[in-house]
């Protein structure tokens, strides 16, 4: 049987003409990426974030494994089954207020499509027609999907050349001082009849350059959006489970969003999972005698069993394991780390969130030559646009979190000082 071939493959995020190839990834083991030619790189940023524990962790492999003997799949139409039982109440027992009611998806796109679907079908159930659009935040970015692209920066964001293909949302800049506190509050009132909802990332943008703000942004967010009776959602996808430095990032806020997105993480970056959580004030507008009231939302592969005993086995760690002491340290190495290239001609800023470090250029460089220099120096890091950035597992150890700091800091001054 001949070798498959490569180009089969269509790549995310990639133009196929120019990328080079890629590097084929053959095991995992902790902070590690192995490689086919006997390479090992220390992984800066989790897999897109998600292996908080490391990779290959042997509780959540061994859960998977007897969940996968006993029951891989099953339709969720219909039927229940107690890993998605128990992760549902597990969720909404860490979750603030009264987020208790969990639906499953499989991506954090579809998270977000969900959170607007409740959202408009809400008003729709109470019987208040044309609530149609959503206030979304520049530098916002929210998923693939065609309604999560709409909610993503239509200028700066990935998705600027798709403008005229999505729904038109409204959009504001972060409320970060009194002139954008009181735009905000002028939008919210001029647009109020019309929109759905109000959603926003809290505490980090991130695929938007993982731009950051202080708890008292998202608070006044919460404020305007209840000052005008509108839902307020939140995506977690990023900042859920502790990367922030806390479980969840609106916990620093002390706020309980109407809808609140999951994923990333949740399964600690074994399968893929998230999950889309509503008040109760939300979940009753769906309750009535009427069929056509009920969320018409079911991916196939809503909650399957393997994932929800990885998400399962995820959360025992975050409850037997020193996570949130892990982001801590961390964090406190990621500042102490990068400090030195604070005030670097070429660079714009350099800051550190929990367990999230990025140094920003004035300017895009090239991303391409950044990478390979990264790679030549042993660590897995993916610039994009004008930041590189470190979110590494919360189980990494001092090594290797020195060798990806010292390496992001060697990278930076070699390219800055030529």
Known sequence: ???????????????????????????????????????????????????????????????????????????????????????????????????????????????????????????????????????AFRGGYHGDTMGAMSVCDPEDGMHRRFGAYLPEQIFCDLPTDAERIAALDACLARHRETLAAVIVEPLVQGAGGMRMHAPDVLAEVARLARAHGLPLIVDEIFTGFARTGTLFACEQAGLVPDILCLSKALTGGTLPLAATVATGAVFEAFLSDDPAAALMHGPTFMANPLACAAANASLDLFETEPRLAQVRTIGARLAAGLAPLRGRPGLADVRVLGAIGAVQWTQVPDLADLKRRLLARGVWVRPFGDIVYLTPALTIDSTDLDRLVEAVVAVVCDVTRT
Do not use: C
């Open 1 to 135: 049987m001949s070798e498959p071939r490569r180009d089969h493959l269509w790549r995310p995020y990639t133009q196929m003409k120019t990328a080079a190839p890629p590097l084929e990834a053959v095991r995992t083991h902790g902070t590690r990426i192995v490689l086919a030619d006997g390479r090992e790189l220390v992984d800066g940023i989790a897999s897109w974030w998600t292996a908080a524990h490391g990779y290959n962790h042997p509780h959540i492999r061994a859960a998977v494994a007897a969940q996968l003997e006993a029951m891989p799949h099953v339709m969720f139409g219909g039927l229940t089954h107690a890993p998605a039982e128990r992760l549902a109440a597990r969720l909404a027992a860490l979750l603030p207020g009264d987020l208790d009611h969990v639906f499953f998806t499989d991506s954090g796109s579809v998270a977000v499509e969900v959170a607007l679907k409740m959202a408009a079908q809400m008003w729709l159930n109470r019987g208040v027609e044309g609530r149609t659009r959503f206030l």
